[in-house]
């Protein structure tokens, strides 16, 4: 695939971009190495004050990147702007409790035999970031700032068509004052990530991104005993139970459904309704999906725009076609729209089987699936019937069955009466193929850490067993 800023809204190809050759990135590599020997010595304090530039320039650049974003991938220019927000929010999150989740953490001396125990969290070095288009800036950006506040230095492999965003981010943390070689963009295709990943100056790697990729990633870190986060697919559930409130569920769930144009690991997938509601549930659901408007997503009144490439109009028309040919009922949209650019119509299906690919394998488009389940165990029963585990929406008022879904969904997350989303405050990823590891949270900024244990002794103490 060409390193390219392609108009997902016209299909036009905007600017293209050379893939470094292997002198350039054995050079990024050196001086990644160089960088960390000395930024690993500077202070907390140094740190925060150079990732709360960061936040001020991005508070600066706000219209500028959000274009670029737009541009590059399709987002509407509203969420956009929210997206460049919530990075400047989460440097400046990181800038301000860093120290205190990189503390030390004391341990009993007495009880070790020592005159002082203790865990330290010390950076690892150079860390490869591999990261999807689909959230452009706040992928990169939620390894980025936890990574450098913990004393890492950055190396971005970015897809290859949010080539702009890409070196925007490289340009940022430069601006901000960040030693020179702290984090770099390298502009490669996926054929050079087994190299990269391979070289002995990289000691982790995160990806966001597809199950194949992320397996690829964690089978080469692996036969290197490297530090993997994997946070890949998501096929997430929303179950609507009798006590909810059906307004406010569909409201959130058409949100949920086709936040980022349909393109997000956990955008909510799977509609899971109570029969006593179903009715009302659907009508109220297919409404609001209709009634959204599709067009040009630099237009302020745009609900939906484009997908990123017409790779993915193609995989989610072979999804929903199969699933029509095999009995599916489309309730709203069903296809492609007509014209230049790559747009696909909200879409409701019911009538799901499991004989259709769509109840097993992730749609990444704005397409949902209905299903009317019985009772509570019909519905965790359905909820963890795929391979996925990543987040997961939950609407009742009865706190019996609140309980019992935190209990059996299989899950990184469980967002109940709200939609999934990521905050700085909390943990973010999943269990099953949907992924390991944390980002966000004091769990992201330790992911790239030597925890290390430090006991030390006197004249009076001697520690002697294993």
């Known amino acids: 695939m060409a390193i390219a800023t392609i108009n997902p809204a016209t299909g036009e190809t905007v600017e293209t971009f050379d893939e470094l050759t292997d002198e350039e990135i054995d050079r990024r590599l050196a001086l990644a190495t160089d960088t960390f020997r000395s930024y690993r010595l500077t202070s907390l304090a140094e740190r925060s004050e150079w990732m709360r530039t960061a936040a001020n320039v991005l508070d600066e650049d706000l219209e500028r990147v959000a274009r670029m974003m737009t541009t590059e991938m399709g987002k509407t220019l509203v969420s956009a702007r929210q997206e ?31 005159s002082q125990a203790f865990l330290r969290y010390q950076p690892l070095g150079p860390v490869l970031a591999v990261m999807p288009w689909n959230f452009p800036l706040w992928q990169a950006m939620r390894f980025a700032a936890p990574a450098l506040m913990a004393g890492n230095v ?24 960040f030693p020179h070689g702290a984090f770099q963009t390298l502009l490669i295709g996926s054929s050079k990530v087994q190299a990269v990943l391979e070289d002995r100056r990289v000691v982790a790697a995160t990806l966001t991104g597809s199950g194949p990729a992320g397996s690829a990633v964690a089978s080469t870190a692996g036969a290197a005993i490297k530090v993997t986060v994997l946070e890949l697919g998501g096929s997430d559930p929303f179950i609507v139970m009798p006590s909810a409130d059906l307004a406010r569920a569909a409201e959130v769930g058409v949100t949920a459904r086709l936040l980022n144009n349909g393109q997000s690991c956990i955008n909510a997938k799977r509609f899971i309704v109570h029969r006593d509601v179903y009715e009302e549930f659907e009508r109220r659901f297919v409404e609001i999906t209709a009634s959204k408007v599709v067009g040009d997503p630099m237009d302020e009144k745009t609900d939906v725009g484009p997908l990123a490439s017409a790779q993915q109009v193609e995989d989610v028309s072979e999804l929903v076609d199969d699933a029509v040919s095999k009995g599916a009922k489309v309730l709203c949209g069903g296809g492609p729209v007509d014209g230049p650019g790559f747009y696909y119509q909200p879409t409701v299906l019911a009538g799901i089987t499991a004989a259709m690919r769509i109840h097993t394998e992730e749609v990444f488009g704005p397409v949902a699936s209905i299903y009317r389940i019985d009772s509570i165990d019909e519905a965790i029963e359905l909820a963890n019937a795929t391979e996925f585990g990543l987040g997961s929406n939950v609407w009742t008022d009865d ?7 935190i209990l059996d969904i299989e899950a990184g997350m469980v967002f109940i009466n709200g939609n999934t989303t990521s905050y700085p405050e909390l943990p973010f990823g999943g269990i099953k193929t949907s992924g390991y590891g944390r980002e966000l949270s004091a769990h992201g900024i330790r992911e790239f850490c030597n925890r290390k244990t430090v006991w030390i002794g006197n004249r009076a103490t001697a520690n002697t067993s294993e």
């Open 84 to 114: 460049v927000q919530k990075c400047a929010k989460c440097c400046r999150y990181y800038a301000q409790h860093a120290e205190g989740y990189l503390a030390d953490e004391p341990a009993d001396p007495e009880a070790v035999g020592a």
């Open 154 to 177: 950055g190396l971005l492999k970015h897809a290859s068509n949010v080539p702009q965003t890409a070196l925007y981010m490289q340009e940022l943390f430069e601006r901000a004052g």
């Open 399 to 405: 706190e019996d069955e609140r309980q019992r879904f």
